[in-house]
Nanobody, 124 residues
Framework: QVQLVESGGGLVQAGGSLRLSCAASGRTLSNHVMGWFRQAPGKEREFVAAISWRFGSTEYADSVKGRFTISRDYTKSTIYLRMNSLKPEDTAVYSC?????????????????WGQGTQVTVSS
């Protein structure tokens, strides 16, 4: 089992930045993929970004490319999502997820473990 705890959400003005963190505990991360998803009110949960824990390869949704950066810290078993140039349409609950296996997936059902989520609100 992998437990995930997100932090770093909040209220920010459009054009601003936030950094989300997701701390993992339980099983040692090795051959995992870690991802971020988001869900806006009245919408389906959507893929944001993912990173291979072992290889460091990344994948992003088109809507966040060039603005968001996913990264990992081995020493803290933590991943981060740096979000720049935030827009009101980025407002959502952001959730961290972990997948058993090395292949990056951008579908919600490809992930085995989920955090509780953290709210990000971008005001115009």
């Amino acid at each position: 089992q992998v437990q995930l705890v997100e932090s770093g959400g909040g209220l920010v003005q459009a054009g601003g930045s936030l950094r989300l963190s997701c701390a993992a505990s339980g099983r040692t991360l090795s051959n995992h993929v870690m991802g971020w998803f988001r869900q806006a009110p009245g919408k389906e949960r959507e893929f944001v970004a993912a990173i291979s824990w072992r290889f460091g390869s990344t994948e992003y949704a088109d809507s966040v490319k060039g603005r968001f950066t996913i990264s990992r810290d081995y020493t803290k078993s933590t991943i981060y999502l740096r979000m720049n140039s935030l827009k009101p349409e980025d407002t959502a609950v952001y959730s961290c997820a972990a997948r058993d296996g090395p292949v990056i997936a951008n579908m919600e059902n490809g992930y085995d473990y989920w955090g509780q989520g953290t709210q990000v609100t971008v005001s115009s």
